[in-house]
């Protein structure tokens, strides 16, 4: 199975790499962005063929590893 | 309007992030891992307040900053 894992910063941390993407778009000449925000987009191919146990496994390895809960939010999207 | 932009490696470019998330998913005791890959989660929040022009928009800001067209793929998801 395939797993795609989106990893986000918080709402209220600060996203050094969202800003210098915004600064930079305004200085580019794109005038109409109000927020940028960066995250990280990781693709799993897994093993694991039943859905149920592929996201309780990508689930252990977010916390364990791919995101820092502390500052992070991650989404999971398991596909066939 | 919200913008969502993916920015991957293309297929067959090596991406060292993924690597080492293998390998430390590997040590860390999660075995059935055949692939990572690691790419970019880039969310925007536009002025522009018609789909096609925004959809525009951010294929020109993929194409001059945020993605690396020679390595990189990009998708764009426009939202309401």
Chains 1, 2 share one sequence.
Do not use: W
């Not at 005038?31 to 191919?45: H, N, P, S, T």
């Not at 496994?57 to 939010?73: P, R």
């Amino acid at each position: 199975m395939k797993a795609k894992v989106h990893v986000t910063l918080k709402n209220g941390v600060l996203d050094p790499q969202g800003k210098a993407i915004e600064h930079t778009l305004g200085s580019l000449g794109f005038k109409g962005v109000k927020q940028a925000r960066q995250g990280k987009f990781i693709e799993l191919d897994l093993a694991e063929t039943d859905a149920d146990k592929a996201r309780a496994q990508v689930d252990e390895m977010c916390k364990k590893l791919l995101a820092n809960t502390v500052i992070e939010n991650y989404t999971i999207d398991i596909e066939g």
